[in-house]
């Protein structure tokens, strides 16, 4: 079993802090190194998809729309797609394999672009991760929290946190590890914001943000865009890179898509896409060889864990606890590029652009050895969607 | 002492006012928590909606629940979102007693944060802003 859709390029530009660059500079960089790396000409592109589009008002939280990228590059492209309303951030991937399976397009330019860290600057400090710190009222799903101070996914994400420990008797010192192990790996990523060593001292030490989460729990904004081409898989000789299979995927909503009343509390939407995710694919968990899991908090990557069935339910605070099973010799290896917690946040766009290099054998010093499936997952709270990969023979 | 609000310059903008949300935000006028329940079936539905998710009943009507509840789970924050937004406050997913599983997110007021816990009993009080009454919570004890 496979979608029928394959990566068959990836690029991604400069990524920083306050690189001070527009974000349609970078998401010019990312399209055009996408592009070489395919070998595609623009002509050959007849498909764009973006998360979330450019509707959004926070500054920097979405660096391009569709309209702005078809125009820039002078496109022609029969189908397109963006929005916020999708299976997590890589709804914009799925949209492009749903397109590609229906005979909508051939090959899909997706990309996602944030600029937060300059465009926080150029805000005057408003940042787009917080929801409503500029306008006057708030509307919709939002109104039930930010009223309450619930302004930041941080406050969000703390009380899964609280609950997970609760439930569970999950440990700071467990989830410190998994922010540890990720610090590791990005000193092995020349992309990395973060590269210097992470103690769980200092994890430990660091300022609260919402309790139970202090600052090294929280990804870090950071300026940078990504992009993939999704093709079908017949339209894929002659093309430059190795393949990427998508193998399966899955978009499930089921429960209550809010912050507060899914499940037992200590679960979120991924549950329902873990439970789908395996329905569509002869592989099992016990076949990934590496996880790129969701990561603005390290509370969601637990829960991705035990989502996923890479862990049983409620046991992901032992599995990372010590690092050595998700480190890149060990059982799982878990964000190997350091994730959005170290390499910088890139909204899930980066968890799968190291997939394919890992798939791709291009992931340098932290290459998992024969690396021939990894899941990548996106999303936190209502917000999620998975994808299965392998690597094309 | 009480717990520290997010108050002054510094509170976090109030919800707009609509027709399926009015009576949640403005019951606290009359000391009443109103909540979205069905009719038909007699579920309780928050956020506020015009249809039952359990019967699909459009029989959906605001009803005073009983204000109580315990604390679900809960986030002492210490980062100001916004210009003069006072921290720490605790943030809290407090399960109502009229039904298991009926949850709201709210600010627990009167408490040191370092004494909520999973399981504490809380009762609501009404905040207004402008023409919004924040339904907080606190500790019953503490009545």
Redesign the interface.
């Known amino acids: 079993m496979t979608t029928g859709a394959v990566i068959t390029g990836v690029g991604q530009s400069a990524v920083g802090r306050r690189l001070g660059r527009s974000g349609m500079s970078l998401t010019a960089e990312a399209v055009l190194a996408a592009l070489a790396d395919a070998g595609l000409d623009r002509a050959d592109v007849d498909g764009v998809s973006t998360w979330p589009g450019a509707h959004s008002p926070a500054p920097g939280f979405s660096g391009a729309g569709v309209f702005d990228v078809v125009d820039a590059f002078g496109l022609n492209v029969r189908w397109f797609s963006g929005g916020s309303e999708t299976a997590g951030q890589l709804g914009a991937v799925m949209n492009a394999v749903a397109a590609v399976e229906a005979g909508l397009a051939r090959h899909v330019l997706v990309f996602r672009t944030v600029w937060e860290s300059t465009a926080t600057t150029l805000a005057q400090g408003r940042r787009a991760s917080v929801v409503g710190s500029g306008a006057a009222r708030v509307n919709g799903w939002t109104s039930y929290l930010v009223p309450f101070g619930a302004m930041s996914a941080a406050t969000w994400a703390a009380l899964y946190a609280t609950r997970h420990m609760h439930d569970f008797k999950t440990t700071r010192e467990q989830l410190g590890w998994l922010a540890v192990i990720q610090r590791q790996y990005a000193g092995l990523n020349p992309k990395a914001v973060y590269t210097d060593p992470l103690t769980l001292d200092e994890y430990l030490a660091a300022r609260p943000i919402a309790e139970p989460l202090g600052l090294y729990d929280c990804d870090v904004p950071v300026d940078g865009s990504t992009a993939f081409i999704v093709s079908r898989a017949d339209a894929t000789s002659g093309l430059n890179a190795p393949g990427v299979r998508i193998e399966a995927l899955s978009s499930a909503l089921g429960g209550r898509p809010d912050w507060f009343s899914y499940g037992d509390g200590s679960e979120m939407m991924a549950t329902e896409v873990g439970r789908d995710l395996w329905t569509r694919t002869d592989l099992r968990p016990s076949d990934v060889d590496c996880a790129q899991l969701y990561d603005g908090f390290t509370i969601f990557t637990l829960m991705w864990l035990e989502a996923l069935g890479l862990v049983p339910r409620g046991e992901s605070g032992p599995f990372v606890e010590g690092g050595t099973r998700i480190d890149v010799g060990g059982d799982l290896p878990v964000n190997t590029s350091g994730g959005q917690l170290s390499a910088g946040r890139l909204h899930g766009f980066g968890h799968l652009h190291e997939a394919c290099l890992q798939l791709r054998s291009e992931a340098g010093h932290r290459q998992v050895f024969a690396a021939e499936v990894a899941v990548v997952a996106a999303g936190g709270g209502p917000l999620a969607g998975a994808l299965l990969l392998t690597r094309e023979r | 002492m009480a717990s520290p609000q ?1 108050d002054g310059s510094g509170h ?5 006012l ?1 027709l399926d ?1 009015r009576a949640f935000w403005t019951g606290g006028g009359r000391g009443e928590l109103l909540i979205s329940r069905c009719a038909a079936c007699r579920r309780w539905l ?2 506020p909606v015009p249809v039952c998710r359990y019967c699909l009943s459009t029989d959906v009507i605001s009803t005073p629940a009983v204000g109580t509840g315990t604390v ?8 100001p ?3 003069g ?1 006072a921290v720490p ?1 605790v ?3 407090v399960e109502l007693d009229d039904e298991p ?1 009926l ?5 627990l007021t009167g408490v040191e ?1 370092a004494d909520v816990r ?1 399981g504490l009993p809380v009762r609501v009080v009404f905040e207004q802003h402008e023409d ?1 009454w ?1 339904p ?1 919570f606190t500790p019953r004890e503490a009545a």
Request: proline share 19%; aromatic share 10%; no cysteine.
């Open positions: 997010p976090p903008p109030l919800p707009e609509e949300n928050h956020p679900f789970s809960f986030t002492v924050n210490h980062q979102w916004m210009p937004m406050f943030v809290a997913v599983g949850r709201l997110v709210t600010r944060p999973v919004v924040l907080l």
